[in-house]
């Protein structure tokens, strides 16, 4: 890996497979519905699913962002600023509904999808990149019959399941399966201006350089 790369690796793939391998496991032939799927902890859960044998619904935010996912992988692309979220998804399942919703963003957005959850479907919570989570319904849940799984990624307690992990996670980046799409490498000095723009960051992993 280059150096910004590496620098990108970690987190966002560290959570991917503890939500898609440990927390709510995507099974082959499954599939699976990425929110924020242009964002690094998105694309991560792009690859690592297919990776995994799924197949991968990409949900994004305009067509830079569309297109970035639909070249890095996934099988189907939504823009759900214009199109319609929910019919979309009933279309690509064949009105069967998504298997694993995997959500790093929350709110309306992520509300609209559990319209089109599976029956028997689950949702993986990553986080809450639009400042709130998810908003759930027990009621909603009992019916359909819906797990929502809390995904809180960090290192294991115990020193040979974390090496296994990145064993895996090793071997797929090395067999180039999976790797950090680096979106705008930042010089340390435009952190400020950085931060300021991550309301509407563009596609891939931003990276700050902090030596030359």
Request: net charge negative; hydrophobic share 45%; proline share 5%.
């Amino acid at each position: 890996m280059t150096d910004e790369e590496a620098g990108g690796f970690p987190i966002a793939f560290r959570t991917a497979y503890a939500g898609l391998v440990e927390r709510a496991p995507v099974e082959p032939g499954r599939s699976l519905l990425v929110l924020g799927a242009a964002g690094n902890s998105g694309a991560a859960a792009v690859q690592l699913g297919k990776a995994l044998g799924a197949t991968v619904i990409a949900v994004a935010g305009g067509r830079s962002k569309t297109e970035f996912c639909a070249r890095h992988g996934a099988d189907h692309v939504i823009d759900h600023r214009t199109e319609d979220l929910t019919a979309r998804v009933t279309e690509i399942t064949g009105e069967r509904g998504v298997d694993l919703i995997y959500d790093p963003v929350g709110r309306e957005t992520a509300a609209t999808t559990l319209k089109s959850i599976a029956r028997g479907g689950r949702i993986a919570v990553i986080g809450l990149a639009v400042g709130t989570t998810v908003p759930l319904d027990s009621v909603d849940i009992l019916l359909r019959t819906y797990p929502a799984v809390g995904v809180l990624a960090g290192h294991d307690k115990d020193p040979d399941v974390e090496a296994a992990v990145w064993s895996r996670l090793t071997r797929l980046a090395a067999e180039q399966t999976i790797t950090t799409l680096v979106g705008t490498v930042h010089s340390f000095i435009d952190v400020p201006d950085m931060i300021a723009g991550q309301g509407a960051p563009g596609p891939g992993k931003s990276v700050v350089r902090v030596a030359g």
